[in-house]
C-alpha cells in the first residue's frame, strides 16, 4: 500500500458519485480524506435497485428467467443458470448431457466477455485508454457467437429449466473454433500491452493488499480471493454441469494486491478458452433440452398433430409448471464469485421467494479494506479491480 | 453436503452442548437444513464454526424467506459452508411475527412515522405506527460478511438484528416506509410518485 506520509491536514468529507465515470455504475462513495489519503470510506447503494426479487414473486417459474438475467447484466448466464439449476434441483430434472455442455460452453464465454469488460473499463481508468477498444473488439465477437446462437446479444433467455432453447444453428462450430484459436492470443497482447507498462505496474503492484483470512471472514470469493492465494473455485469443488469432465488449472495469485487480480482474471480467460475447446470437442450428441412435458414445452412441429402436445403447450405457456413446496440453494461460480440463487417453492405455479446471494454485493464490503489508507487514485484502481458490477448489487 | 445421517449426528453433539438448541433437522432435495432455537442463534453458529470437527467457518449466504401464512413465518436462513470437507449446511431459525394482528396491514400503512433504526446502531424493535419487529442476534461478530446481508434483511423484512453495528436500510431509501419483500406486501404495492426529488430539489 502506498506510504501515506505527508503532513497533517484536516480531514474533508468527499461524495463521489452516484453518477461517476470510474464508479463503474450507479455507486456512491462517501470518503473522509486527509490531504490525499483514504481515512474512511462508506459505499452507499441501492441507486439502481429494481425490485426484482419481488416482481420474480409474481411471475410463473419460466417468466422469472428473463428478470434474473437482468441483476448482473454482464454475466446473464450465470444468472440464468442459477435460477434454472435451482428450479431443476426443485422438481428434481435431470438435463441431458448435450444441454450440460452447451451450457457450460455458454458459460465460459459469458466470463471470458465479462472479464473483457473488465479489463477494458479499468484499464481506462488507469490511463490505458487503448485497452478499452481491443477489449470490446473481443467481447463483440462473442456477442457476435451468442446472436448467432441465441438470436439476442445480452439478456438471451437461452437457459430454459431442462435444458436449452435451441441446438447450435449451423456454422456455429467453425466461428467458435476461430474465436477458441484466437483468443489466447489476444490475451497475450493484453498482457505485452499492460504487464511491462510502468504506469500501469506503479498504479497496481501492492496496492489494495488485504489478508486472506480477511477475505474469507468477509465472505470474498471469486478472482478477489483466488488472488490472494486461495484456490477455492466451485467449479472444482461441486459437481454441476459438464465441469468434472473438464481439464483446467485454477490460476491463484501470491501477494493478493492489484496487479495479482488482475493476472488472475487474465488466466481465468484462457482456462476459459480451454474449456470451451474441450466442450466443443466433447459435445454429446443427442437432445439438448429434457423430454418430460410437465416442464419443458414440446417440440413445435408436434403441435399441429398431437392434441396432447398442444394440450401441454397451452398449460405451461398459461399457468406454467406447479412446483411441490420445499427450498433450494444452489451456487455457481461466477465471474465474480459465488452466484447463489435461493428459490423458495409453495406448490403454486409461482416461487414464494427467489433470492440471489450475489458476488459483487458481498464483495463490495471488502472495498473498505482494500482502500482505507492508501491514496484516492490507488482507491478508484482498487475499485476496478473489485469489479462491481451494481445491477448486482443492487437487484 | 452431510448425508441424513451425519446431520443427526451433528444435531446429537449441539444437543450434548447447547440442550435445546437444535428444534429439528430437514434432508430435502439432498440438501441439509437444521432449524434452531432463534435465541441461541449465535451458540449454534458459533460451535459450527468452531467446535473441533466441524469447521463451518464460511458464511455463504444470509437471506429471509417469508413463509406465510404459515406460522412463525420469518425464516432466517445461514447458508454455512465447510470449505475442508465441502459440505453446506443450512441454519435456519424461525422467527414469530413480532405483532400478528396489525400485521394485515403488513407495514405498509401510510403514515408518515419514519423506521426509527438511526445510525446509533441499536434500533427500538418498532417501525412505522408502532409496529413490533421480529428480532435477532446479530451474527457479525461471528461472520462480518454478514454485515450488509442483515441490513439487506432488515431492509426487505423488517427483521431487527441486534448487535449489528449499523443496521439501516441498505437498498432502499432511507425514508421508505414498509419492508416491501414480506409476502404480504403486493407487488404494485407503491405508487410511483417520485414524491423524494420533487421535496428536495423542487
Not at chain 1, 502506498?2 to 464508479?23: D, F, K, L, Q
Not at chain 2, 400485521?103 to 408518515?112: C, K, M, R
Request: charged share 25%; net charge negative.
Amino acid at each position: 500500500m502506498a506510504e501515506a506520509t505527508e503532513s497533517r491536514t484536516e480531514v474533508m468529507t468527499v461524495n463521489i458519485g452516484p453518477h461517476h465515470p470510474a464508479t463503474h455504475g450507479v455507486l456512491r462513495l462517501v470518503v473522509d480524506l486527509e490531504g490525499e489519503v483514504v481515512r474512511e470510506l462508506k459505499p452507499v447503494i441501492g441507486y439502481v435497485h429494481t425490485g426484482i426479487e419481488k416482481s420474480c414473486e409474481d411471475k410463473s417459474y419460466w417468466k422469472v428467467i428473463p428478470f434474473v438475467e437482468r441483476m448482473d447484466y454482464v454475466s446473464y448466464f450465470f444468472q440464468m443458470e442459477a435460477f434454472c439449476g435451482a428450479v431443476e434441483r426443485l422438481v428434481e430434472l435431470e438435463i441431458p448431457p448435450r444441454a450440460r455442455y452447451l451450457r457450460t460452453i455458454f458459460l465460459e464465454l459469458n466470463r471470458i466477455h465479462s472479464h473483457l469488460v473488465w479489463l477494458g473499463t479499468t484499464a481506462l481508468d488507469l490511463g490505458a485508454i487503448s485497452m478499452l477498444w481491443y477489449c470490446f473488439r473481443e467481447r463483440d465477437k462473442i456477442l457476435d457467437l451468442f446472436e448467432m446462437a441465441t438470436g439476442q446479444r445480452m439478456h438471451t433467455r437461452y437457459f430454459q429449466v431442462g435444458g436449452v432453447i435451441e441446438d447450435l444453428p449451423l456454422g456455429f462450430e467453425a466461428k467458435l473454433r476461430d474465436f477458441v484459436a484466437d483468443m489466447p492470443v489476444r490475451v497475450g497482447q493484453y498482457e505485452d500491452l499492460l504487464d511491462r507498462n510502468e504506469i500501469f505496474l506503479s498504479r497496481t503492484k501492492g496496492v489494495g493488499i488485504v489478508p486472506r483470512e480477511r477475505l474469507l471472514e468477509l465472505g470474498v470469493t471469486g478472482p478477489l480471493l483466488r488472488a490472494a492465494g486461495e484456490p477455492w473455485d466451485l467449479r472444482k469443488t461441486f459437481d454441476y454441469l459438464a465441469y468434472p469432465e473438464m481439464d483446467f488449472k485454477v490460476p491463484v495469485g501470491t501477494v493478493g494486491d492489484n496487479y495479482d487480480r488482475y493476472r488472475v482474471r487474465l488466466a481465468e480467460m484462457v482456462e476459459s478458452t480451454r474449456i470451451v475447446e474441450q466442450a466443443l470437442d466433447g459435445l454429446p450428441e443427442g437432445p439438448f433440452i429434457a423430454d418430460d412435458r410437465k416442464y419443458v414445452l414440446p417440440p413445435r412441429s408436434e403441435l399441429p398433430t398431437s392434441m396432447e402436445a398442444l394440450i401441454h403447450h397451452f398449460k405451461l405457456v398459461t399457468e406454467g409448471y406447479r412446483v411441490a413446496p420445499g427450498e433450494v440453494y444452489y451456487a455457481i461460480e461466477g465471474p465474480r464469485g459465488e452466484l447463489g440463487c435461493f428459490v423458495l417453492a409453495d406448490g403454486s405455479a409461482k416461487p414464494a421467494r427467489v433470492h440471489y446471494r450475489d458476488p459483487s454485493f458481498v464483495n463490495l464490503q471488502a472495498f473498505r479494506d482494500m482502500s482505507v489508507g492508501g491514496y484516492v487514485a490507488d482507491m478508484i484502481a482498487s475499485l476496478g479491480m473489485l469489479d462491481p458490477i451494481l445491477g448486482g448489487v443492487d437487484r | 453436503m452431510p448425508d441424513a445421517l451425519g446431520l443427526e449426528l451433528i444435531r446429537g453433539e449441539i444437543e450434548q452442548d447447547h440442550p435445546g438448541a437444535v428444534l429439528d433437522t430437514g434432508f430435502d432435495r439432498g440438501q441439509a437444513s437444521l432449524v434452531i432455537d432463534p435465541a441461541q442463534v449465535l451458540a449454534v453458529l458459533g460451535w459450527l464454526r468452531d467446535a473441533p470437527g466441524q469447521g463451518y467457518r464460511f458464511l455463504s449466504s444470509l437471506h429471509v424467506a417469508d413463509y406465510l401464512p404459515a406460522q412463525p413465518r420469518f425464516g432466517i436462513h445461514y447458508e454455512l459452508l465447510n470449505r475442508d470437507r465441502v459440505e453446506r449446511l443450512r441454519v435456519k431459525a424461525i422467527l414469530e411475527d413480532a405483532s400478528p394482528a396489525g400485521g394485515a396491514a403488513g407495514g405498509t400503512a401510510p403514515e408518515e412515522a419514519l423506521a426509527t433504526a438511526g445510525g446509533g446502531g441499536s434500533p427500538a424493535a418498532t417501525g412505522p405506527a408502532g409496529q413490533r419487529l421480529p428480532e435477532i442476534d446479530s451474527c457479525v461478530s461471528l461472520f462480518p460478511t454478514a454485515e450488509f446481508q442483515e441490513r439487506e434483511a432488515y431492509d426487505f423484512f423488517g427483521i431487527v438484528f441486534r448487535g449489528h453495528p449499523d443496521l439501516t436500510r441498505i437498498l432502499l431509501p432511507d425514508d421508505y416506509v414498509g419492508w416491501p419483500l414480506r409476502r404480504d406486501f403486493p407487488v404494485g404495492g407503491e405508487p410511483v410518485t417520485f414524491t423524494y426529488n420533487e421535496r428536495n430539489y423542487g
